[in-house]
C-alpha cells in the first residue's frame, strides 16, 4: 500500500494488521510517498503491481483517473459505508471509499504571534511580510492555498497568475514539502504558515509552540482522504482492499484517527471531535455547515504550469 511515509500511516498499519487477523497469511506492507514513477510502474505491470491500493487525496485521484491505473470501489460492497457522511463521498470521484480528511489552515508560532489572521484575507494585513511561509504547489497544499487565495479575493479557483502575484506580496520563504515547512517554523525560520492541520498537530504533540487557527473565507478547508485499488494487481485482491476500507470506517478505526497525535477529521456519522482536536478540526455547527473543499477537477491539471512559473517567480 502507498500511504504516507510518516506517522499518520499509524492507522493505516492498524487497519492492516486486523486484515491479517482474520486473514492468516495476508499481511500489509505501507510505503510512503505516492509519486508519477509509482504510477508508471502500476500501468506497465501486467498482472503483478508492485502497489495494490492507497491512500489518495482528491488531486491524486483526479491524477490516477488520467492516467487509468485505478479499479473503482463498490461501496455497496462496504458495509460501514452506509455511515458516511454524505458530504465526503463524491470526493471520491465515484473510485474511493473515504476514511478520513485533512485541513488546509495557518499553522503559527504561538511565542511570536499574538494576533493570528482569521481569514485568508488577513494574511495580506501587512502584519506577516517576509516571515510567513509558502508551500511549493508541487504539494497538494500549495496548489490547494493557491486556489484558496483566488475565492477568497473573488476570482476564480484556477486564475493561478492572480494568486501568485497576490504570494508574492508577501515575500515568502518558500518550503518544499508540508514537513518542511513544519520545519520552518520549528527552527524560527519563519512566523506562520499555510499547513495541514494534521502536521500542525504531530508537532504540537512534540511539545513546540506551533498554534492553528481553522481559517475562514473560503473555509474551514477539508481534502478527504480515500482508500483506492490500483490495477493489475493479483486476482483477489479487490475483496481485501474492499474489506480493508470497511475496517476503515469502523468506529474503533475513526476513534484512532481521530485521535492524538493524528486529529484526522473523521468521515462517520455520530463520531464525536476529542476535545483535544477541536483546535484543528472542524467541531461547532457554524464551522461544520461552512466546511468546504476546493474545486480539485478544474486545479489539478494546471500544476504543472503553476510549478514552473511559481520557481520561476520564488527561486531562490
Aim: aromatic fraction near 8%.
Amino acid at each position: 500500500m502507498i500511504g504516507y511515509g510518516n506517522e499518520q500511516d499509524d492507522p493505516l498499519k492498524r487497519a492492516g494488521e486486523e486484515l491479517g487477523r482474520r486473514h492468516p497469511g495476508v499481511s500489509l506492507r505501507v510505503i510512503g510517498g505516492l509519486s508519477a514513477e509509482a504510477l508508471a510502474q502500476i500501468k506497465a505491470a501486467r498482472g503483478n503491481s508492485p502497489y495494490d491500493l492507497a491512500v489518495m487525496g482528491s488531486p491524486a485521484i483526479i491524477n490516477a483517473l488520467a492516467e487509468d491505473v485505478l479499479v473503482p470501489l463498490d461501496l455497496s460492497k462496504i458495509p460501514n459505508a452506509a455511515n458516511l457522511d454524505p458530504v465526503f463521498p463524491p470526493f471520491g470521484y465515484d473510485v474511493g471509499c473515504p476514511v478520513a480528511f485533512e485541513g488546509i489552515g495557518i499553522a503559527y508560532n504561538a511565542d511570536v504571534i499574538d494576533t493570528p489572521p482569521a481569514t485568508w484575507t488577513d494574511l495580506w494585513s501587512g502584519a506577516y511580510n517576509g516571515r510567513i511561509g509558502m508551500c511549493r504547489p508541487q504539494s497538494n497544499l500549495g496548489l490547494g492555498v493557491l486556489a484558496a487565495t483566488n475565492a477568497a479575493f473573488d476570482h476564480p479557483q484556477d486564475d493561478m497568475e492572480f494568486a501568485l502575484g497576490k504570494w508574492q506580496e508577501l515575500d515568502p520563504l518558500v518550503g518544499r514539502s508540508p514537513p518542511l515547512l513544519q520545519q520552518m517554523i520549528e527552527r524560527g525560520e519563519i512566523d506562520i504558515a499555510p499547513l495541514w492541520h494534521v502536521n500542525t498537530a504531530l508537532a504540537a504533540a512534540a511539545g513546540l509552540p506551533i498554534s492553528y487557527v481553522k481559517i475562514t473565507g473560503p473555509g474551514p478547508l477539508m481534502l478527504p482522504t480515500n482508500i483506492v485499488q490500483f490495477v493489475n494487481s493479483a486476482e483477489g485482491t479487490g475483496e481485501l482492499v474492499h474489506e480493508f476500507a470497511d475496517i476503515m470506517l469502523e468506529t474503533s478505526s475513526q476513534e484512532f484517527l481521530g485521535g492524538a497525535p493524528y486529529y484526522f477529521g473523521t468521515v462517520v456519522k455520530g463520531i464525536a471531535v476529542p476535545e483535544a482536536a477541536k483546535p484543528y478540526v472542524p467541531d461547532t455547527p457554524e464551522q461544520l455547515a461552512t466546511m468546504t473543499s476546493l474545486d480539485w477537477p478544474t486545479i489539478a491539471p494546471l500544476r504543472g504550469d503553476t510549478v514552473a512559473t511559481f520557481d520561476r517567480m520564488f527561486a531562490g
